[in-house]
């Protein structure tokens, strides 16, 4: 009968997972002694740190720093989602539209 006060092999330091960092917008996560630096410079350099746009169309939701990106991206991955524009009439007659018919003969 032996007296196990200690069993080493576990190492002291507690885990970092007890600390997760998850980025709100693409839910990137991020763990470690730098996770909160890590995170800050994840959303400065892919989120613009600033309020996204995000595609709402169901299933999708890829957030955007730009309404510019998000546009070509719902041209791109949804175009049936996006109407086309309507080509309007142009009801009013051209004032200043006169073509000079020039009868050189
Ligand atoms: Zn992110
Ligand atoms: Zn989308």
Redesign the pocket.
């Known amino acids: 009968m032996g007296q196990d006060t200690s069993s080493a092999g576990t190492s002291p330091h507690n885990s970092a997972e007890a600390s997760v960092l998850i980025c709100n917008i693409c839910s990137e996560r991020f763990i470690g002694d730098y996770r909160k630096r890590n995170l800050s410079r994840h959303r400065l350099s892919l989120h613009g740190n600033s309020e996204p746009v995000v ?1 709402e ?1 169901l299933g ?1 939701q ?1 957030s955007y720093k730009r309404s510019d990106a998000l546009k070509v ?2 041209r791109k ?2 175009p049936n989602t996006v109407s086309p524009p309507v080509p309007r009439k142009n009801a009013a007659g051209d004032s200043r539209g006169k073509k000079r018919q020039c009868a050189s003969v």
């Open positions: 595609c169309v999708c890829r991206h719902l991955a949804h």
